[in-house]
């Protein structure tokens, strides 16, 4: 991202993204939708851009290197709490609400923020010192994924019809439903990479933050309750199968199935470094409930995954002497756990307030005047400059209504992609506000440059 590297495309200049960072301060959930909070979100959708594009290529990380310096870390995992408890006590009282939104876009541009957040983290943490940096609050970040990883685990969603777009969906409503299943699950699956990094830099962090990564919450168990049950893999009638990976649902054969994805391989090495390492070892609680569950691993190891990952020898021999052992009686160390303060404060603040709370976001938010919403999609519009985001591509576009490989961008507003005439027919009445909206604000953009440059 430096200034003066021309090899890798940057959405932002060092002196831009600092300004960004310095600014960035934690909201209460009642704040959430309004304007200041919207530049924030922003000023994070581009700081996510460019930490992805640095990382991609290798390049100097200035947007980890700015949130460890400024001590912005916490601040980002504050906000995604926040929005955490607005999902989940809020949202489900506006649905219950007479629902007269006239179009999804702008409560859709809310919810998809927790997904910008987590893959911000996500890059993040992958570094031991934003770990470091993290501090106290990888609390309730670890809470926070221990809920998604344990809704993900019980099992109690049918991920099928987000395996396929539908074409049959009618209102604002009913769009809005679907997209809100579809970014919890694609923010759950990456909740598996964080739990693994900071697993891995355990000993890097507090003996407080290790024991509620292997024990109060016993992420080895949940990890091995997702590799003997994945949410991620479906199999059709025709005896194919569905693999979600990279936000995406691919088709594989009974063979190709086997094969490790990125996803499972995080899985996997997870378990590694929880069952294997010395740290680790000295401080998990083994009992009879959670060695049953790991000892299920054995079932999975095939030669295609020992050939992908060979370490993972040294784990099968593992739970084999595992199997041969009782449960060893060990008494838990006592040890203070620190209460996770982002979520105590914010559910504190709005406690009895929920529904108070609904009615001003439903209008504020599902509701928003057309000048608002004209705002919202300038902000949109400058984020994802689409020059650049052509540029940043690393896969080819999808159909926005089959989901399928897409070759025809839409004419208009150049963000949505099809794969033909019909399919784009299908999917013009959710797509008609968005793209006149995000069309004149290209054509604004577009003028103003072009004056700035005469």
């Known amino acids: 991202m430096a200034e003066g590297t021309e090899a890798v495309q940057s959405v932002l200049y060092y002196t831009e993204a600092e300004a960004f960072v310095e600014t960035l301060r934690t909201f209460q959930i009642k704040d959430i939708g309004s304007d200041k909070w919207e530049t924030q979100r922003e000023h994070v959708e581009k700081l996510n851009i460019q930490a992805v594009v640095d990382a991609t290529n290798n390049v100097e990380e200035s947007i980890k290197e700015l949130l460890i310096t400024h001590e912005k870390i916490p601040v980002l995992i504050h906000e995604l709490i926040a929005l955490d408890l607005w999902k989940r006590n809020v949202l489900p009282k506006i649905f219950e609400m007479k629902f007269n939104a006239e179009t999804s876009f702008p409560a859709y541009v809310v919810m998809f923020y927790e997904a910008i957040l987590i893959g911000l983290l996500e890059v993040l943490l992958f570094h031991s010192e934003c770990c470091e940096a993290a501090g106290d609050a990888l609390h309730d970040l670890l809470q926070y994924c221990q809920h998604k990883l344990v809704w993900l685990v019980a099992g109690e969603e049918d991920w099928h019809d987000i395996s396929v777009e539908s074409t049959s969906v009618t209102d604002a409503k009913e769009e809005l439903l679907k997209r809100h299943k579809k970014i919890s699950f694609d923010v759950s699956l990456k909740c598996v990479a964080i739990v693994r990094y900071i697993g891995e830099h ?25 590799i003997d049950n994945p949410p991620w893999l479906l199999r059709q009638d025709d005896g194919q199968w569905l693999k979600y990976d990279n936000n995406k649902w691919n088709k594989h054969s009974h063979d190709d199935v086997k094969n490790l994805s ?25 009992n009879s409930s959670n060695q049953a569950s790991i000892l299920k691993l054995r079932a999975h190891f095939h030669p295609q995954i020992l050939n992908q990952l060979p370490a993972l020898v040294d784990l099968q021999r593992y739970l084999e002497e595992l199997s041969l052992l009782s449960t060893p009686a060990s008494r838990p160390p006592l040890i203070l756990e620190q209460v996770p303060e982002f979520y105590t404060a914010l559910e504190n603040k709005c406690n009895g307030k929920w529904k108070e709370l609904a009615v001003k976001h439903y209008k504020e938010i599902f509701c928003m005047s057309k000048e608002r919403m004209k705002k919202q999609a300038d902000k949109f519009a400058a984020t994802y400059d689409m020059d650049v985001m052509s540029d940043l591509l690393s896969e080819p576009p999808k159909c926005e209504s089959c989901g399928e490989g897409a070759a025809k961008r839409c004419s208009s507003c150049q963000t949505s992609w099809y794969c033909g005439r019909e399919c784009q027919v299908k999917h013009w009445p959710k797509h008609k506000e968005p793209c006149k909206l995000i069309a004149k604000t290209m054509k604004d953009v577009k003028a103003a440059k072009s004056q700035g440059g005469s």
């Open 262 to 286: 990125k996803l499972e391989g995080q899985l996997w090495i997870g378990m590694l470094q929880f069952l294997m390492s010395e740290h680790c070892q000295r401080n998990y609680q083994l």
């Open 202 to 226: 355990s000993k890097d962090v507090s003996l407080g933050i290790t024991t509620r990564v292997l024990n109060t919450y016993d992420f080895p168990a949940i990890f091995a309750g997702l």
